[in-house]
């Protein structure tokens, strides 16, 4: 029940308070759905052309000849990369070096050189030595073949081992031929592949043309974009200097609240304190009636049983000498017992609240409440002061939001650019329409070239055709049956291919590893001094030595360009850059010539825009927190008189029981003493004494226990008198403290914000200057990142890399490769071929023995050979010999047995 009744004595606070939360709250949210979204500023993506050169090269299966080619020429040239040579050579002007050789740093350089250049020159040497000693040595062995020497005897001598030695030399041959077939087929693939990717050249130049047509054409746009996105700052900017109200003075407002509102709240709360302590004191007046009605009537019916036993105690059976000494006892104890019978709490004596019923509600007279909601309606009108005293100042700034517009809008005209893009893409066109021009003469002279390495080729194939053909009809026609000077056609055909296989290779064998020797010097120096540093950025290294180009330049690039050499612009950085698809503006250092942060800090950061956003002067001492009503009803709910009540005395009576003794058990005790009289008149009176008592309990005590009105009258009244007790405790000092706060507060409000309020203007300063701040940022990464990528400029020094390199070097190494593996192996293929020759080839002589018995393996050669046999069939047996002719006469008079070998 006391839970209710204090429920219901906070609901009118609690619905106060309630609604004045519901109207801060709404106020807010409309703030916040005025305020923009936070987060920074969106300007989109700076538009941009597709570049379609992909300045790669994957040479495909051929790239495993590239790669054997590279480690050949790492094996041949291990050495690093002369980066100081280069340098020394690049500064002395090389001519220097020529003229004053003698000089010992010259010595150096050049010994340096020869040094770099050991393993070339041995390589160049032995191909020179075999370009000129192969000739010599193979007119030497056509004279000494002429004088039948080194196999020009057309006389085979035979021996047991013929057959083998027959078939190995045919397999080495045969082996050394594969090898030089696949030497030439790899020249053939170089060369093919060239003529393949010279195609390409076109393509390539074409389409780094249109990227560069490209990169020219979208720059003018992509200006013109980071000139447009300016209007995304001005909007932003413009909608804050309209909503400038819940921006900044919703920002003090917040600020204000963290002092002001707890102020507020506590006059609120004792605002609702006054309306709660007139609730107490109505609830204690009506609580006083009810409980004076209900104990009065119980009061006046025990007054009545007292005085109805006070005379039934009066009997002569309670004062007679002659009754038992025990009744006159009883009747004594009944006697002394009869002040129990009254009430226990008396609420008649206890004084009415209504005079400060009364004062409370003069009080009430005044709507404490209403005056705090216009203290807070005042406080939360701060937006709308601001926006009024600063309407002046916020036009101001528009006007000069719209002037900076105008100052980047002739960004386009400040920056030179229409000129050099012009010049630009008539240079381009100029450069693409000269190349053009060359195409038919590239195309010419890829022809001548892949004309001459097809012949070097088929000078090596002519070779191979005759060690093949050779070697077939020598297999095919061999009879094994056969003298040497009965051998078949087809057999002795193959003879003398593999003898004309051995003349071309005379003829042509120098020619082609001259060719080679020089192929390799230009080729195995291009990659190791060109190609292979590039990719390693070493050649960048040595392009940007300070000082080298010009001696008073450390860097050629913007020493030529900006008259600046200490700028850090090398080769190197603008490739990497440009390499990145970074800005041509960062690459190339063009704040040189146009410095776009001077420009938009001179522009955008006006000192106006600060001057003004700083002149604003917001005044807030039109804010009222509390009238002097307010304050006045304070000071009378102070002296209302709440101090005066006797709080212990009604809380003592609440505490109380309804009567003194349980009126049951004293009827009980009542009825047990009676019993113990004797039966007569008394003790029938005493009898109906105790149903009276019984029935003044059951009809008045139990309901007044039981009655909800009674019940809540007490509860009421101790909760009221608990409430007012609290409320009254040092009640004058809690009203004084309320009101020193709410004077700090207003005080803050009128002579203290003023910090405050600066505070924050700064801070919306700051906001509206970071939106400029932002743009210029943006602009600054756009151009350094996204402006104008010079990716083309970076293209084109790739597809120079990948004409020259991956078309040209690595063709041309790969073709000198496999053609100088193809004439190295010439040198065994003519040694094998002449001996091979023998065994196909028809003789003139061949041997013969006279005594059968001095020969011990005269019957294992005739089983072996046949030829013996043969003869012996066709020829006397007494003869035995061959058939003369004048010139073989003289040169072995007599044909005998050969000698014995030490293998057989």
């Known amino acids: 029940m006391w839970r209710t009744g204090t429920l219901l004595l906070l609901l009118p606070r609690l619905l106060l308070n309630g609604l004045a939360a519901a109207e801060l709250l709404q106020e807010e949210t409309e703030s916040r759905r005025q305020q923009p979204p936070p987060g920074k500023l969106d300007f989109g993506y700076v538009p941009a052309g597709v570049y379609e050169t992909l300045a790669h090269y994957e040479p495909g299966p051929i790239g495993i000849l590239f790669h054997l080619v590279h480690a050949f020429l790492c094996a041949v040239q291990p050495n690093p990369f ?12 090389f001519g220097a070096i020529q003229t004053e050789y003698q000089k010992p740093e010259n010595v150096m350089l050049t010994l340096q050189a020869i040094y770099y250049e050991i393993g070339f020159l041995v390589c160049a040497a032995v191909g020179l030595l075999f370009a000129v000693l192969l000739p010599i040595v193979g007119l030497f062995f056509c004279l000494c073949r002429c004088c039948d020497n080194c196999g020009g005897e057309m006389h085979q001598r035979q ?4 057959d083998c030695r027959r078939g190995l030399l045919g397999t080495l ?3 050394t031929s594969l090898v030089i077939t696949i030497g030439v087929l790899c020249a053939y693939a170089a060369n093919q592949n060239l003529s393949s990717q010279v195609k390409n050249i076109r393509r390539l130049v074409n389409s780094n043309m249109r990227d560069m047509h490209i990169f020219v054409n979208d720059t003018p746009m992509q200006i013109d974009y980071l000139i447009s996105q300016y209007t995304t700052t001005k909007n932003k900017v413009i909608y804050d200097l309209d909503n400038i109200g819940p921006l900044l003075g ?5 600020q204000l609240n963290k002092e002001v509102h707890p102020a507020l709240d506590r006059v609120l709360d004792m605002a609702g304190a006054m309306r709660e302590t007139k609730e107490a004191l109505e609830n204690t007046s009506v609580s006083l009636e009810v409980l004076h009605e209900g104990t009065g009537k119980l009061n006046f019916s025990l007054s009545l049983v007292r005085s109805s036993i006070n005379r039934t105690l009066n009997d002569p059976g309670c004062h007679d000498e002659e009754s038992e000494a025990t009744s006159a006892q009883l009747c004594r104890n009944i006697r002394q017992s009869l002040s129990q019978l009254q009430i226990s709490a008396n609420f008649t004596w206890l004084p009415n609240v209504s005079a400060q019923l009364e004062s409370m509600n003069n009080v009430l007279k005044t709507d404490l409440s209403v005056i705090v909601q216009k203290g807070y309606s005042s406080l939360n009108d701060t937006p709308h002061m601001v926006i009024e005293q600063t ?10 939001v719209d002037d900076i517009g105008a100052n980047i809008s002739s960004l386009s005209k400040a920056f030179p650019l229409q000129s050099y893009l012009s010049n630009f893409t008539i240079l381009i066109s100029h450069a693409h329409a000269k190349i053009e021009d060359y195409y038919p003469e590239i195309d010419q002279m890829d022809f001548y070239r892949w004309i001459g390495c097809i012949a070097l080729c088929c000078m090596v194939v002519l070779v191979l055709a005759f060690n093949y053909l050779g070697l077939l009809c ?28 051995v003349g071309f290779s005379f003829i042509f064998s120098w020619v082609l590893m001259g060719v080679v020797t020089i192929i390799f010097l230009t080729g195995g120096n291009m990659e190791k001094l060109v190609c292979e540093p590039f990719h390693t950025k070493q050649l960048f290294k040595v ?10 330049w450390k860097n050629f690039i913007p020493g030529y360009m900006y008259n600046d050499s200490e700028l850090d612009l090398t080769a190197e950085s603008l490739y990497r850059t440009c390499k990145e698809n970074k800005g041509i503006y960062s690459a190339m250092h063009l704040d040189k010539v146009f410095n776009i942060s001077s420009f938009l800090n001179s522009t955008v950061f006006t000192q106006d825009v600060t001057a003004q956003l700083a002149s604003m002067k917001i005044d807030l001492r039109g804010i009222i927190l509390l009238e002097a009503t307010g304050k006045q009803n304070l000071m009378d709910f102070s002296e209302a008189g709440l101090s005066e009540i006797n709080y212990a005395d009604y809380l003592e009576e609440v505490n109380k029981g309804v009567t003194v003794v349980d009126l049951l058990s004293y009827a009980r005790e009542l009825e047990a003493q009676t019993d113990l009289m004797p039966k007569g008149p008394l003790q029938a009176s005493l009898k109906g004494h105790v149903r009276t008592l019984r029935q003044i309990h059951r009809q008045q005590v139990v309901p007044m226990e039981q009655a909800m009105k009674y019940v809540r009258a007490r509860s009421l009244l101790n909760q009221s008198m608990r409430f007012l007790e609290r409320t009254a405790s040092d009640l004058p000092n809690k009203l004084l403290t309320v009101v020193e706060a709410i004077e700090a507060a207003q005080y803050l409000i009128s002579q203290n914000a003023t910090h405050l309020i600066n505070q924050e203007k700064e801070k919306y300063t700051a906001t509206v200057l970071g939106y400029f701040r932002q743009y210029t940022q943006w602009v600054r990464t756009s151009l350094a990142m996204e402006v104008a990528p010079c990716k083309p400029f970076s293209n084109m020094v790739d597809t120079a890399e990948i004409i020259t390199c991956s078309f040209l070097v690595d063709s041309m190494n790969t073709f000198w490769m496999g053609l100088g593996c193809s004439t190295l192996f010439l040198l065994p293929s003519i040694i094998l071929a002449v001996k091979l020759a023998k065994y196909y080839r028809r003789m003139d002589t061949e041997d013969v023995y006279d005594d059968i018995e001095t020969i011990p393996m005269k019957t294992m050669e005739i089983g072996n050979n046949g030829y013996h046999s043969e003869r012996s069939q066709s020829l006397p047996s007494s003869i035995m010999t061959s058939l003369p002719n004048p010139d073989n006469m003289n040169r072995f008079p007599r044909a005998s047995a050969p000698p014995r070998h030490i293998d057989w």
């Open 173 to 175: 041959l045969f082996s």
């Open 543 to 552: 392009v940007d030595t300070p000082y080298l180009v010009n001696p008073e």
């Open 474 to 501: 020598g297999t095919l026609g061999y009879d094994k049956h056969a003298s040497p000077t009965t051998r078949g056609c087809i057999s002795n055909t193959g003879g003398t291919m593999l003898m004309a296989g």
């Open 391 to 400: 309407r002046g100042v916020v036009e101001s700034v528009q006007d000069l």
């Open 82 to 93: 002369p980066q100081d040579l280069l340098v020394k050579l690049a500064k002395d002007k």
């Open 250 to 254: 919703g920002k003090i407002r917040e």
């Open 159 to 162: 021996r047991k081992n013929a």
